[in-house]
């Protein structure tokens, strides 16, 4: 009678101890907003309390591989470490396989749309002939068993009415602005927001730049005012303006997209709390306490404004208050957009379905 043997997996190949630290290392990183000299503080620290390192390999001995596998950068003069270009990408890295881990493939861009027709990937749908399809979209296979089935085997004919077309997918390019809110309410109530929405941002670029290298994508911080950052400034953002001046942010992205020559257009904008400051010629208009008329209509002006210019706006809202809801509501609606009122946890995992889908429907 044959049974089975269980024994304990053993795998092939453990890491070693420099990947096993340099794993912890990468993911402090975000957290001290791209500090090495804080991150490594937090490891020691960790170190004493749980005992990473041994007597064969200390931290010393892994701030030493850092520098010597290019992680790590040493101030001739103050002595001072601070992160590699390696290090900025390998975070976007690891921050996409951390939140787009499964990964779909999606004109001669790469997005799928729901619309058939001249593409780079084919489609498992047949139909038929029509005037003006290409020679090479015919399956021939499907149009001889066609014409078998019309005409009978003996007798083979084919005919225009027999010939049977291979569907491909439609494939867009896009051009896709992240707004990132980085007002102070950011990391109030003792919730640190801002680092997922940094590593959303690292794995959206990286996924952009690696796997849809025709798209365009910019980032865009607000607070008092809006500017925009460099894909290798992500790990080093940090909370400060105290005010969230969403009109300026959706102005710039805006002002951005207009120059773009992709027909899709796109804005993602994440935010935890409402708009709270405008601009009004030199001097600001601000407002805390409450959703005030005269910021809440422009942003509603702006979203009309983005509709006729056939930009989408997906808002994140990561924060429940039932207050906002009206206002996230009317904007949407506005707009014909979508809106999410999403937790931390799930914050990449919707603007990755979004990004890819390309749907147009409204979630509330």
């Known amino acids: 009678m044959k049974g089975f043997e269980f024994s304990q997996f053993i795998p092939d190949e453990e ?77 976007r890295q690891r921050s996409l396989e951390e939140i787009f881990n499964k990964l779909k493939k999606s004109k001669k861009g790469e997005h799928t749309t729901k619309k058939s027709g001249l593409g780079d990937e084919i489609s498992p749908d047949i139909r038929n002939y029509q005037f003006g399809d290409k020679l090479e979209q015919i399956d021939f296979t499907e149009s001889i068993r066609a014409a078998q089935i019309n005409h009978g085997v003996e007798n083979f004919s084919l005919y225009e009415n027999d010939l049977q077309i291979q569907e491909t997918e439609f494939k867009a390019q896009t051009s896709t602005v992240l707004m990132i809110d980085i007002s102070h309410s950011m990391i109030l109530y003792g919730e640190d927001r801002i680092t997922p929405a940094k590593k959303v941002a690292m794995a959206l670029s990286e996924l952009i730049t690696t796997k849809y290298p025709k798209d365009t994508l910019d980032i865009v911080v607000f607070g008092n005012d809006a500017w925009t950052v460099e894909i290798k400034d992500l790990p080093y953002l940090q909370v400060g303006p105290f005010h969230t001046n969403t009109v300026a942010g959706l102005e710039l992205a805006m002002d951005i997209l207009r120059r773009k020559k992709n027909a899709n257009k796109k804005i993602f904008m994440i935010t935890d709390g409402k708009p709270t400051c405008l601009k009004v010629g030199g001097k600001y208009y601000k407002n805390a306490f409450g959703l005030d008329r005269r910021i809440t209509n422009r942003c509603i002006n702006l979203a009309a404004q983005c509709k006729k210019l056939k930009i989408d706006i997906t808002t994140f809202m990561i924060a429940s208050d039932p207050y906002l809801q009206q206002f996230v509501t009317e904007f949407t609606e506005t707009n014909n957009g979508k809106a999410y009122f999403a937790t931390l946890d799930n914050l990449g995992s919707f603007i990755f379905k979004d990004f890819e889908s390309g749907k147009r429907r409204n979630v509330y």
């Open 15 to 91: 890491k070693s101890k420099f990947e096993q630290l340099l794993d912890i290392f990468m993911q402090l990183l975000p957290y001290t907003n791209g500090d090495a000299q804080e991150a490594l503080q937090w490891m020691n620290e960790l170190d004493k309390q749980f005992q990473l390192t041994d007597d064969n390999y200390g931290m010393g001995d892994f701030i030493q591989d850092l520098k010597d596998n290019g992680y790590l950068k040493e101030h001739s003069v103050s002595g001072e470490y601070s992160i590699s270009s390696k290090t900025e990408q390998s975070i």
